[in-house]
């Protein structure tokens, strides 16, 4: 019997596959492109089909987890809607188990990452704790007791658009005003101005002591921190877990966040404030946790 179990992030920019070991240890990994969302389906099981092989070097493969940016129906591996894939109402996993030969599982990227940080991250001393991501957006999972908690039709943790000025910015999800209109990777570029390349160039000039560029990291840490502060106060979690690419501005970021997570939060200063971590799984997140879908069955 195989033990090798693929995970693949299947992101809006590249397809990252990888193998990974029983206790989370990432062991390879191989990448594609991510085709347009305008592209026909069948380009990426391409790419995704080349990173497995790729990871498989002619070895038997036991089982594959996607980790889909994307909404997915679980109960069917399918995916319903991505803004950056070209699978659309897709039966994406029944038709890969049929090309590959071997079981395949989904699910979306958010909760890949969850998992991943429940089984070898913060998880490990942590039952009870909210994992928010900030990237380009904001992504968030609850967990509850030890499990991923999903909501009653699979879709909890969107606290990207929890409605935080009245009337504010226009979203891309329709509404205005949502947090991540404020507090995200594409907050940072737009307050911190033209003359810099993209976030990380944002986080490496402010690591430099640029003053206009550690402005806008803080500003977007503020902004976070208030949030927060309404997760909090809705959640009461243990811990507040923080993923995503916006983080490794480390300190710059997270001090203005517990700021403003303390200044925000109802009652204040007569209750413990949950700790702000850094996740413990990194940027390879959404693969490891597919990985662990697929050796665990889901
Ligand atoms: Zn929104």
Redesign the pocket.
């Known amino acids: 019997v195989t033990d090798l179990h693929v995970g693949v992030d299947v992101g809006g920019t590249k397809v990252l596959a990888g193998e990974v070991s029983a206790e989370g240890r990432v062991l390879r990994t191989a990448r594609r492109r991510t085709p347009g969302r305008l592209a026909d389906p069948r380009e990426l099981d391409d790419a995704v089909t080349e990173a497995v092989e790729e990871i498989a070097g002619g070895r038997t493969v036991a089982s594959v987890g996607l980790s889909v940016a994307g909404l997915v129906d679980l109960t069917r591996g399918r995916v319903r809607f991505s803004t950056h894939l070209p699978w659309q109402e897709d039966h994406t996993a029944a038709r890969l188990s049929e090309r590959w030969g071997v079981p395949v599982l989904l699910d979306n990227d958010v909760s890949c990452a969850a998992v991943a940080e429940l089984a070898y991250g913060r998880g490990l001393t942590h039952s009870d704790f909210l994992l928010v991501t900030i990237g380009t957006g904001i992504g968030g999972a609850i967990i509850h007791q030890g499990r991923l908690w999903r909501g009653a039709n699979g879709m909890a943790g969107e606290f990207?658009?929890i409605r935080v000025v009245p009337d504010g910015r226009q979203?891309e999800?329709g509404?205005r005003g949502?947090l991540?209109e404020y507090a995200s990777g594409n907050a940072l570029r737009r307050l911190a101005g033209d003359s810099y390349e993209d976030g990380e160039a944002v986080t490496a000039a402010a690591a430099a002591g640029d003053p206009r560029a550690a402005g806008a990291i803080a500003a977007v840490g503020d902004w976070f921190g208030i949030g927060l502060a309404g997760l909090v106060g809705s959640f009461d979690p243990a811990a507040l877990v923080i993923g995503g690419g916006v983080v490794d501005a480390g300190e710059l970021l997270l001090g203005p966040t517990r700021a403003a997570l303390e200044r925000s939060l109802v009652g204040s200063g007569h209750r413990d404030l949950p700790p702000v971590l850094v996740a413990a799984c990194g940027p390879a997140a959404g693969m490891v946790g597919a990985a662990h879908i697929a050796r665990t069955g889901g």
């Open positions: 990207g658009h979203c999800c509404l949502c991540e």
